[in-house]
């Protein structure tokens, strides 16, 4: 069974950093693309960065370059987003996606305020 399970949210001053974790199980991490996505408050769903299968090539959005890092450690099973200057329109729920299965973690909660 495939699971994605993100951890690392919390709330933190503009200009702070979080490093969130996306934990894959029920599949080799080395074989799927993977995607970080977010969700504001009656927002839609945005795509934030995604990385492939070996970390050689990543995307992001024009709103995060610069500030946001992806990741991944095939090894570990796991997939990282290092956020750096955060902002408060960052805030958001950050979701991580496998490419290849379809599936969706249950997401992890950042808050950017003063």
């Known amino acids: 069974q495939v699971q994605l399970v993100e951890s690392g949210g919390g709330l933190v001053q503009p200009g702070g950093s979080l490093r969130l974790s996306c934990k894959t199980s029920?599949?080799?991490?080395?074989?799927?693309?993977m995607t970080w996505y977010r969700q504001a408050p009656g927002g839609g769903r945005q795509t934030v960065a995604l990385?492939?299968?070996?970390?050689?090539?990543?995307s992001y959005a024009d709103s995060v370059k610069g500030r946001f890092t992806i990741s991944r450690d095939n090894d570990k099973e796991t997939v990282y987003l290092q956020m750096n200057n955060l902002k408060p329109e960052d805030t958001a729920v950050y979701f991580c996606?496998?490419?290849?299965?379809?599936?969706w973690g249950q997401g992890t909660q950042v808050t950017v305020s003063s």
């Open positions: 996606y496998t490419n290849v299965h379809g599936t």
């Open positions: 990385i492939d299968t070996v970390g050689r090539i990543t």
């Open positions: 029920g599949f080799p991490l080395s074989t799927s693309a």
